[in-house]
């Protein structure tokens, strides 16, 4: 029995295998991609034949510079519950940062983030929670206003059903009413999960594109978010676990 996060193997000092967990979209098999071969590899041994799959490759974690940011290509629906679960932990705390949101002409405020070293949410409502670099599971629910850290709750705010989003929503990031960004963050994320009355609407986890590029993939759409600008994201392998 085994957990497994790589496997390089060398012949003459190159790299011809070069292994790692990965999730075979088409029927969801968990096995091994080659990134030498572009190749999955199933349980079973043999490399699949065939150019019909995807690979997922999933990651333990993605990791900003305070230069990138993701457009998720969202937009909230104001009048029905909009919330959120996100997954990570800052790596420098700072004044003021953005995880995501968007400003919808300086009202409707759809965004989290941290604000003087305090977690902050729901049109810039602080809570009584000091920001650290330890990892948390934070979720929101933008329509009741209640937000909780690791399952305890930590601010309940409720506000009325704001206006339809016009601008979608960054991750990392703010977007502004005039389309910029402002607060970078931070940030080791592992996922991030957005809900819209309850069904979710993306549902995005650290992973590697098809070409290698690091950003997050997300399972409601079966679609890769690059980067939208900034550097490349640095990012950690996941692992997979055999039973014998």
């Not at 193997?9 to 190159?14: A, D, F, I, P, Y």
């Not at 065939?50 to 909230?76: F, M, R, S």
């Not at 983030?113 to 629910?141: I, Y």
């Not at 937000?147 to 979608?168: E, S």
Request: with cysteine; proline share 3%; hydrophobic share 35%.
């Amino acid at each position: 029995r085994f957990r497994m996060r790589s496997c390089r193997l060398l012949q003459g000092g190159l790299v011809v295998r070069d292994f790692v967990p990965a999730r075979r979209r088409s029927d969801k098999v968990i096995g091994l991609f080659d990134l030498v071969e572009n190749v999955f590899y199933a349980p079973a041994g043999g490399a699949l034949a065939g150019y019909d799959y995807v690979p997922n490759l999933y990651l333990n974690y993605i990791e900003t510079d305070g230069t990138q940011y993701i457009n998720t290509n969202y937009k909230a629906i104001g009048t029905t519950p909009f919330a959120f679960e996100l997954k990570g932990a800052w790596t420098q705390l700072r004044n003021s940062y953005q995880l995501f949101g968007s400003l919808e002409d300086g009202k409707a405020r759809y965004d989290f983030g941290m604000h003087k070293n305090k977690v902050w949410t729901l049109g810039a409502t602080l809570s009584n929670v000091t920001a650290d670099t330890n990892e948390h599971t934070f979720t929101g629910n933008f329509t009741t206003g209640v937000m909780a850290v690791d399952g305890t709750t930590v601010l309940t705010d409720p506000k009325p059903l704001l206006a339809n989003a016009t601008r979608t929503f960054y991750l990392f990031n703010r977007q502004n009413a005039n389309g910029g960004v402002t607060c970078p963050s931070w940030f080791r994320l592992r996922s991030c999960k957005l809900t819209q009355n309850g069904t979710a609407v993306r549902d995005m986890v650290a992973g590697l594109s098809t070409n290698g590029v690091a950003g997050v993939w997300d399972r409601v759409e079966g679609k890769h978010y690059p980067k939208s600008a900034g550097s490349n994201f640095t990012w950690g392998y996941g692992y997979l676990e055999t039973d014998n």
